[in-house]
């Protein structure tokens, strides 16, 4: 069975998670659910693997996304009728604390299910909305996003990869790079410039490109960490049917900004997974001796993890404050870019103390693996001189 053939499928509806369901029966009912479902073997393989998965662990985390969509979990802020279960905020904070309490991965297609899948909702038609939604949410199919360009990164608008619409099809040439899974998609969210008149956040549009059409070329990129995950995408007199667009024509900026305010239950992943790694980090270094006395009562040592507890901790608290503000009605403003910059400074420094403290130990595998990768974290979802400019400007009322 083809997962694109629209008709190969049928959306399970769940029952939707109101307030009569208690946070504490929710908890209670999903504990019990990863029990019986998050098993050793799953757990095992998904250890170590993060953004960058390796073939065979991004293979399992898919066999786990299924499960989940099966179960309603997948996505329990969704509408029913896309196969969520129209949760409130409350709901989907319980469900991302329980899952980082046992380090259960969510679903593989993360930016898709958090980006690309509200903004379906929000601009797609009926058609595009049951033909993408639900194998994106069970994994069946794997979406990447493609925004980033050589010349154009922190400065979206200067994107120049063009579409041409020429009868009832769009003709894309161009180049996107940074494409996150890009080698692994079968489906691509693709901004396109449409119009070389219109001042430049006007003239872009959004298309649902299938990965399969002739002309595209994706090569994977290999970073210093060693891995694959993610790829420069080439594309040469690629034709698209016109369907593909999501929204109208020239409005895909709309597309881009209205849509990357969703995910607001995620932050509290953020700061429960670098809690998380804290504790591991703790944990090693009172077991593993260092000539003859634990790692951790070495005073450098104690005075290091100190460090890092006050900035995971500082984390937690900058995040549940805008949760605070969330649950309230509140928008989310500028203090995404605090969030962002503390997570990333207190991931990097997670990393840098574990190879301090626990030496050899960690100079391979999961710690070496986190060491490399967490650079990273300084440039996606915005860079850390971009979001000072924000905290700057909008926060701090800075001059430009
Ligand atoms: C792990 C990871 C996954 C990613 N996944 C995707 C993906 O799936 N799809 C996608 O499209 N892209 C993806 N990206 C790309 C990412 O969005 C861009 O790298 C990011 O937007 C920065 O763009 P750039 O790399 O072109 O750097 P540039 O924007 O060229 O910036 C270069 C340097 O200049 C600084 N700078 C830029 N503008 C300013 C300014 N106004 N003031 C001060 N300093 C400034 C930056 O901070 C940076 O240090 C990913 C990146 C990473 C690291």
Redesign the pocket.
């Known amino acids: 069975m083809n997962p694109n053939t629209p008709s190969a499928f049928a959306v399970p509806r769940f029952r939707a998670l109101r307030h009569e369901t208690t946070l504490h029966e929710f908890r209670f009912e999903l504990r019990a659910w990863l029990a019986a479902n998050f098993t050793a073997d799953i757990e095992a393989a998904v250890q170590g693997s993060g ?1 960058a998965d390796a073939d065979d662990s991004f293979a399992v985390k898919r066999r786990w996304n299924a499960t989940l969509a099966d179960a309603g979990y997948a996505a329990i802020g969704w509408p029913v009728e896309f196969g969520g279960r129209a949760a409130g905020l409350q709901h989907q904070l319980a469900l991302n604390e329980e899952f980082a309490f046992v380090g259960a991965p969510g679903p593989v297609n993360s ?1 898709g299910v958090a980006n690309i899948a509200p903004a379906i909702m929000q601009y797609g038609t009926s058609q595009q909305q049951h033909q993408f939604l639900w194998p994106m949410l069970r994994g069946d199919t794997i979406w ?5 360009e050589p010349e ?5 608008a200067s994107l120049a990869c063009r579409a041409e619409l020429v009868g009832d099809h769009f003709v894309v040439n161009g180049q ?1 790079t ?3 899974n890009g080698h692994r998609a079968d489906w691509c969210q693709l901004y396109v410039r449409t119009n070389l008149e219109a001042p430049r956040h006007r003239g872009i549009s959004a298309l649902l490109v299938d990965m399969g059409t002739p002309g595209i070329e994706a090569r994977p990129i290999r970073t210093m960490a060693g891995d694959t ?2 790829s420069e995408l080439f594309f040469t007199n690629v034709r698209i049917p016109r369907s593909a667009l999501l929204g109208e024509i020239d409005q895909g900026w709309s597309v881009a900004t209205n849509t990357l305010s969703h995910e607001r239950a995620g932050v509290a992943s953020l700061y429960l997974n670098t809690r998380r790694t804290f504790d591991r980090l703790l944990a090693t270094a009172t077991k593993l001796n260092v000539s003859g006395t634990r790692a951790v009562d070495s005073p450098i040592a104690r005075n290091e993890l100190m460090r890092r507890y006050i900035e995971v901790r500082n984390l937690e608290f900058i995040a549940k404050r805008t949760l605070g503000a969330a649950l309230q009605g509140r928008a989310p403003g500028a203090e995404g870019s605090i969030i962002k910059l503390a997570w990333s400074q207190a991931s990097q420094a997670l990393s840098r103390t574990a190879i301090e403290i626990l030496g050899i130990e960690a100079m391979s595998g999961r710690w070496a693996q986190e060491l490399l990768s967490s650079t ?1 974290l300084s ?8 979001n000072k ?1 924000i905290i700057g400007e909008r926060v701090l009322g800075l001059p430009r």
Request: net charge negative; charged share 10%; proline share 0%.
């Open positions: 953004y930016i990447s996003q493609g925004m980033s154009a990164g922190s400065d979206l996107k940074w494409n996150s995950g993610f990273s440039i996606a979802g915005g860079t850390t001189e971009v400019n």
